[in-house]
């Protein structure tokens, strides 16, 4: 299903990964004093929107990370073609906020550690951060899709606040989730969908349930793939035809076009996590596991599989150059971020999509990487149209990362607006 676009050596090099992952080694520059006085601007701006998100919920949300707003998009032209706007986000399982030890935040009110410089990361304030990072509270604008990882609040609130807004919903728990060691129910990954855009044909959940979590052949880390028929747009030329067709012939089938037949194949996914040789290997072999069940999935059911579009939203927990995000690429997927950097000549659009320090017993000090991504389908004719800017180091108002003010998780919200060819 997917085309051989990528050397093949690069495509199944987890064992060069897995050196370069023993060799390499980042070293912070040294300071200097212009360095010293960016950083006291920095520190400025962090204390102004800590201030700022300390007043009401309504003043507050103003300074919540909105890649909804007008200035927050990069945009090239289309003509004609239909789009998806498509939302990835790692929300940050609610039994991990408690237990991870963020040095940017606390959870509840009676932490003996929690000052005035940290984020609250008890549940009831940060939904509705969630929330509003996803949709801006607003149906108008928000995304056709939205892809979660570590979703551990889907029945009790995701589901039924987000279809205030329009929206029907998959979920899959995860059947080994970390956040059974804490006694707390298992998170997962879901797919939201705007029903007034789209319409449910299938899904699949691979490998669920296996008798054992590493198991090889069933394990494609953590994933979902529904199926969609994109719904006509009434004042489109075919939708006229249809209606007028209607009319002459009473209740007689309508003559369909090929838009009116447009699939798309939309999957989330949450791969190992461990930064290690063994984690590597392990995201390489849970991809090429996914891939095998996208391909199953659309030939069997799609109605032209040579025409329908795929997009892959998720965290793959890899870097950029890393085997998993190589074979994706090898197989014709393309990273939106990546190729709005390229068309506007802006390096630095993809800066992190993940910026955490942790004190915790289990996982400590600092990480702040690229490991999200919104794939889609370009060797099939999709373009990508616009992508959310995200925010770099000095709009974040913490200077040890997330979560924080106005980022309600580890991870920042990702959007993507797709163009569809007909």
């Known amino acids: 299903m997917f085309a051989e676009t990528a050397n093949g050596a690069a495509a199944n090099g987890a064992r060069d990964d897995a050196d370069d992952a023993r ?4 070293d912070a520059p040294a300071t200097t004093g212009d360095d010293e006085k960016t950083g006291d601007d920095d520190d400025d701006a962090r204390r102004r929107a800590r201030e700022a998100s300390s007043e009401t919920d309504d003043d507050a949300s103003r300074y919540v990370y909105d890649p909804n707003r007008d200035d927050a998009s990069m945009t090239t032209s289309t003509s004609g073609a239909r789009t998806i706007q498509v939302c990835q986000y790692n929300a940050l399982a609610d039994a991990l906020a408690l237990n991870d030890a963020f040095a940017s935040a606390y959870y509840g009110e009676d932490d003996a550690e929690a000052n005035e410089e940290m984020y609250d990361l008890n549940w009831t304030k940060r939904s509705k ?6 949709t801006s509270n607003d149906s108008t604008t928000a995304p056709d899709v939205i892809c979660m990882q570590e979703c551990d609040h889907y ?3 995701f589901e039924p606040e987000l279809k205030k807004l329009g929206y029907a919903g998959l979920y899959k728990e995860d059947q080994w989730s970390p956040c059974r060691k804490f006694g707390a129910p298992c998170d997962g990954v879901c797919i939201f969908y705007k029903t007034d855009k789209l319409e449910l044909l299938s899904s699949h959940a691979p490998g669920t349930p296996r008798a054992r979590k590493d198991d090889p052949a069933l394990n494609a880390g953590k994933t979902l793939m529904a199926r969609f028929r994109l719904k006509k747009d009434p004042r489109s030329e075919s939708g006229i035809r249809n209606a007028i067709g209607t009319l002459i012939r009473g ?3 309508p003559v369909f076009s090929g838009e009116d037949l447009q699939e798309i194949v939309v999957v989330t996914t949450h ?3 461990a930064k290690t040789v063994d984690g590597i290997i392990t995201r390489l072999e849970q991809t090429k596991e996914l891939c095998r069940h996208l391909n199953a999935f659309a030939t069997s059911l799609c109605a ?8 892959i939203a998720g965290d793959l927990n890899a870097t950029p150059n890393e085997a998993c995000v190589v074979h994706l ?5 393309r990273n939106a971020y990546e190729d709005m950097s ?6 630095n659009s993809n800066r992190f999509s993940t910026w955490k320090t942790r004190t915790g017993l289990f996982k400590t000090g600092e990480v702040k990487q690229t490991i999200d991504y919104i794939l889609y389908s370009a060797h099939r004719g999709s373009k990508v149209v616009s992508v959310a800017k995200l925010p770099d180091e000095s709009e974040i108002p913490s200077d040890v990362g997330l979560p924080t003010f106005g980022f309600p998780s580890d991870h920042l919200p990702l959007q993507a607006r797709i163009a569809i060819p007909p």
Do not use: C, P
């Not at 951060?129 to 996803?134: F, G, K, N, V």
């Not at 032209?304 to 997009?311: E, F, N």
């Not at 390229?342 to 390096?347: E, F, I, P, R």
């Open 304 to 311: 032209d599989v040579d025409k329908v579009q795929i997009i």
């Open 342 to 347: 390229a068309a506007l000549g802006d390096k």
């Open 251 to 253: 209740n007689a089938k």
């Open 23 to 26: 060799a390499t080694r980042v």
């Open 271 to 273: 791969l190992e996590s």
């Open 155 to 157: 029945y009790d609130f």
């Open 329 to 333: 690429r090898g197989r014709g997927m």
């Open 129 to 134: 951060d969630l929330l509003r990072a996803i």
